[in-house]
């Protein structure tokens, strides 16, 4: 996947997101944010102004991802946040969040949870963007995925309005990348 495929993945849970009050921009997060490549999808497609928390365990990719937003999105105002996704977070009222493969590290009896605890960081009618493999049944590199109908299930349960699939693209692994949206009530 390229720039192009991780803006396409996403741009429908974030443009079609509700606008941020008319105070201020958009402030996202990026759970799970490596390297960059889907906080680079935000920050072009929020443009500029807008607020991303790129949030990581890894200090060091949170680093590259800070170096690639300045060289590439300088407007954007990004902020790192090293922590794991199912631990405290500092994060202000989001408009949204992208948890981009980051939640299959999460085992699947944790996943409500979790994703409960990082929908707590939205501000209602938040966005809540997932991309994630398309299958029910992991490998040792993405040990728990879940399909779009399991996602159906597991946003609901965790407490966000059912989701709506956006975006859909080929893999080598496990068949397909697939992205949603849900809204928390």
């Known amino acids: 996947m390229d720039h192009a495929d991780h803006v396409g993945l996403i741009r429908a849970g974030v443009l079609d997101a509700p606008p941020p009050p008319a105070d201020r921009a958009p402030i996202w997060a990026d759970i799970g944010a490596g390297s960059g490549a889907f906080t680079l999808a935000l920050a072009d497609l929020l443009g500029p102004g807008a607020t991303v928390i790129a ?24 902020r790192t ?20 493969n980051s939640l299959h590290f999460v085992p699947r009896d944790r996943q409500v949870s979790a994703v409960r605890h990082l929908a707590a960081s939205l501000a209602p009618d938040g966005a ?5 493999y398309d299958a029910d049944r992991g490998n040792p590199w993405v040990p728990h995925p879940f399909s779009a109908a399991t996602w159906a ?8 309005a059912p989701p709506t699939v956006i975006g859909r693209v080929p893999s080598r692994f496990l068949g397909a990348i697939y992205s949603a949206v849900a809204r928390r009530p």
């Open 55 to 78: 949030v990581d365990r890894d200090a060091g990719a949170l680093r590259t991802n800070a170096a690639a937003v300045a060289g590439r999105f300088p407007a954007t105002q990004l």
């Open 81 to 100: 946040l090293v922590a794991d996704l199912e631990g405290s977070l500092d994060l202000p009222p989001l408009d949204g969040l992208v948890a981009a």
């Open 128 to 132: 809540f963007v997932v991309v994630e």
């Open 153 to 160: 299930t597991l946003a609901v349960a965790a407490g966000l």
